[in-house]
């Protein structure tokens, strides 16, 4: 560790927090209430801009929508803000848009139902705008080009969650409802990481000059031309819109340190005036316009519920490094801004319509803060900005931004150990991720190793390569309602429709191979699908909302043809397939093997029978039992693992085998975000692993069945290193883990050597809940004296009291452990 770094652990050991951060930290009792203001000005703005600019071009009209947001939006400085730039047009508000859908009587219902306020007086005006944006939101393009032969159909099955219910409503009624000044319209819109680095070295002004010459140079003597002179007129509008949104707060700013009779509260006002005054118009100059610039563009970006501060602790190092040698900044008020971003991103609301809400339970959101990994050269980077970061989550445990460490060979003890004495907290931060195997994906992918070396995460754990890739699309796949067309020969025992290609079905078959080979051309016809409909996913947002900002924070994107979403990337990972479930497939089809075809305890009928009847019918209870003794994936079985590895690896490369929109290949990845679990389960009805008809199926892609991995940690490591996750973007194992154990040395010690051993084998990713199961049923029966209560799901931390009973069952019922026991 440095000299600093040991400053900061000295002077914050014993979790330094301000008064002002103690106040700003208890004002999350708010969100903790589930109470939220749905504000309305930012989708007047947009929707009277869009009004006013029909007949131009569509990339013109969202950077004029932009620039209309940032100049008419009211803009205020709360009272312990460190930072300029508010999230919403009133205090403690979320802003609704309608650009993704509309918002029936039903959704504002359903809204108020979900703990939002919304005014009766604006209620009309919600009306008004879903009239305007019926035939012109992202919803309509998409689902018109819905076939009635395949990808309808495929859309309301349920496989891609939620299933469809009207083609006019999609995905779901209701638009968007979220923070920030971007002109967005969806909760995952572009997985990303910006180039937030060329904001900070370059300034906005530096990208405008590029533009404004790129534009010049241009010769509209073809259509790539014309298209990328809208692009770059679009680009230098939106980036003039944000400098003089800037120039607003630092006007607000000045007003409110003349209002203050706190000298202190006066020179830090002044100093924020200053850093708007320069930046992000320009370069940055020490830590503090380093950390507003970085706000500002974020804020803008957002209301992408996956927007990435990147490589954080690398981003402002530097500047941190230079401002304490000089004396302008201390330890402790370096902290207070990480402190600070914890509690603002934590007030940060991102959701939709409510089928939406109930797959992303707990309003999760994934604004990921990637730190520690190595730089092109292979070397450790940790530096004092890395340590400030873990220690402002753990002074100020706020569930939000996530934390992901990179871990490779070289990440010192001492990091290791203050990271896992974070996570000991309970409050599920951060996550550990592999070096090793993330680059060695990138690497198959053609991406140079020296550039694959500066990688982060987007969302949960997107992949990216910073500015050179982005994800669009990539919803969840559920591979265990697939099984279950499979067992029925490609019909849905739901409707009795054939909905997949005709196969022999469970009865038919005369031997496991046969049926297994039923399974997989069941999940190449539906993966095949499930491309198609990515397709037109990605296609409709680069057509109906492009990006000018995404389009000049990215590798090439300032004298591109096309934006940011209709252009193929350096690292082209804009549409992923994402099979979640696979581990109650395998243990499915382990236990079909075992008990229907080599044992013949339950015959093919019978099997079928106690699916359809929950296990509740005659014999179903002792079926149950024998299923649910099958080998089970998580405990070093070759004969389940074997399967689980297979399963993966067919997928993989039929993904890879698909084409996009975009140009190149489908990327598999395998993320089970959120609480989709539950829905996931609910779609599937019962399986042939022993799991009931309203059971979630397994949590991430890697983690053992709840309860059925009874060999300890090392056991479900070796059954997930079988599987090769080298060759899927994201994969991701979940663990629960005694925090008695964590807070002693020597458990932190164990689990440091497994996630070691784990990482160097070729593991890609662990994440951890650190609570006792006392402590969670304590929190259920009395969530008044809980609300504080932070854990991991789906690649994100929650409050606990936010969410459902099932999904809170599902954690509880995780198999915990004990790093003390052997």
């Not at 099984?483 to 496991?512: I, M, W």
Request: glycine fraction near 8%; hydrophobic fraction near 40%.
């Amino acid at each position: 560790m440095s000299a600093n770094a040991q400053t900061v652990e000295r002077q914050s050991g014993n979790r330094l927090r301000s008064e002002r951060m103690t106040r700003q930290f208890s004002g999350l009792e708010k969100m903790r209430s589930s109470e939220y203001r749905v504000c309305i000005e930012k989708a007047k703005i947009v929707t009277e801009s869009f009004r006013q600019t029909e007949g131009e071009s569509q990339v013109i009209r969202v950077a004029r929508a932009l620039e209309a947001v940032l100049t008419n939006i009211p803009v205020f400085i709360e009272l312990d803000d460190l930072l300029a730039g508010n999230l919403s047009s009133k205090p403690g508000g979320v802003e609704l848009s309608c650009l993704w859908a509309p918002w029936d009587t039903e959704e504002i219902l359903a809204l108020r139902k979900g703990g939002f306020i919304v005014d009766d007086a604006d209620v009309s005006q919600i009306e008004a705008m879903n009239e305007y944006w019926a035939t012109r939101s992202l919803t309509s393009r998409m689902t018109s080009l819905y076939n009635d032969e395949r990808i309808w159909p495929y859309a309301q099955l349920g496989v891609v969650l939620p299933p469809f219910r009207k083609k006019e409503e999609g995905w779901g009624p209701g638009g968007m409802i979220g923070c920030g000044w971007g002109v967005h319209h969806e909760i995952s819109q572009i997985i990303y990481i910006p180039n937030y680095d060329s904001v900070l070295t370059r300034g906005l002004n530096g990208l405008i000059e590029e533009a404004a010459q790129k534009l010049q140079d241009n010769r509209l003597d073809s259509a790539e031309a014309i298209n990328r002179a809208e692009l770059l007129t679009s680009i230098i509008i939106s980036l003039k819109a944000i400098i003089a949104y800037a120039g607003r707060l630092a006007d607000e700013a000045a007003k409110a340190s003349a209002q203050t009779s706190d000298p202190a509260r006066k020179k830090e006002l002044l100093a924020l005036e200053r850093a708007c005054r320069h930046a992000p118009a320009n370069p940055a100059r020490n830590f503090v316009e380093a950390f507003q610039s970085l706000w500002i563009i974020w804020s803008v970006l957002l209301p992408s519920g996956v927007l990435s501060y990147g490589r954080l602790d690398q981003l402002l190092g530097g500047y941190y490094e230079r401002d304490l040698e000089a004396g302008e900044i201390t330890p402790e008020e370096a902290l207070e801004f990480f402190q600070w971003l914890r509690v603002k991103d934590s007030h940060i609301v991102i959701t939709s319509g409510q089928t939406h809400r109930d797959k992303y339970g707990g309003l999760s959101k994934w604004h990921n803060c990637v730190i520690g990994g190595q730089n092109e050269n292979g070397d450790d980077v940790t530096n004092d900005v890395t340590h400030l970061i873990l220690e402002a989550a753990h002074s100020c445990p706020a569930p939000h931004p996530s934390l992901t460490m990179r871990v490779h060979e070289k990440t010192p003890h001492d990091l290791m150990e203050r990271a896992l004495s974070l996570v000991a907290t309970g409050v599920g931060l951060p996550a550990m991720l592999a070096d090793k195997s993330c680059i060695d994906f990138l690497t198959r992918e053609g991406v140079a190793i020296e550039t694959a070396r500066n990688y982060a995460v987007a969302g949960c754990l997107g992949v990216n390569i910073i500015g050179e890739s982005r994800m669009v699309a990539s919803p969840m796949f559920v591979a265990t309602l697939v099984l279950k067309f499979a067992l029925y020969g490609g019909v849905d025992p739901r409707s009795g429709e054939q909905v997949g290609p005709k196969t022999p079905n469970l009865e038919e078959t005369e031997d496991f191979d046969s049926f297994y080979v039923a399974v997989k051309s069941q999940l190449a016809h539906f993966l095949s699908l499930q491309s198609e409909f990515n397709n037109i996913t990605i296609d409709s947002y680069g057509k109906v909302f492009p990006q000018p900002v995404e389009s000049a924070l990215s590798v090439g994107g300032i004298g591109a043809d096309n934006n940011i979403l209709g252009r193929t990337m350096p690292f082209e990972n804009g549409s992923a397939l994402n099979p979640i479930g696979l581990i109650n497939v395998a243990d499915s089809l382990a236990a079909i093997k075992k008990l229907v075809f080599e044992e013949q305890k339950i015959s093919a009928k019978d099997m079928l029978r106690h699916l359809q009847e929950d296990w509740g019918g005659e014999g179903g209870e002792e079926a149950r039992r024998l299923a649910l003794a099958a080998p089970k994936y998580g405990n070093d079985d070759d004969y389940v693992d074997w399967i689980a590895a297979d399963l993966y690896d067919f997928c993989a490369k039929h993904i890879s085998s698909l084409t996009t929109s975009y140009g190149g290949r489908q990327k598999p990845s395998a993320l089970t975000i959120g609480t989709c679990v539950v829905p996931a389960g609910q779609q599937t009805g019962a399986t042939p692993d022993g799991r009931m008809a309203d059971d979630s199926i397994a949590d991430e892609s890697l983690s053992p069945m709840r309860q059925c991995d009874v060999k300890g940690a090392e056991a479900s490591f070796r059954s997930a290193l079988k599987i090769d996750q080298g060759a899927w973007q994201s994969m991701a194992l979940d663990l629960r883990v005694n925090p008695q154990g964590l807070r002693n040395e020597k458990g932190r010690r164990r689990i440091e050597h497994l996630i070691r051993y784990y990482f160097a084998e070729g593991g890609k990713h662990i994440q951890f809940n650190a609570f006792d199961e006392d402590t969670l049923r304590r929190a259920q029966k009395d969530p008044a004296s809980h609300r504080d209560l932070v854990v991991r799901i789906g690649g994100c931390s929650v409050f606990f009291v936010q969410l459902s009973k099932k999904v809170q069952d599902e954690i509880i019922n995780r198999t915990e452990i004990n790093p003390l026991e052997s």
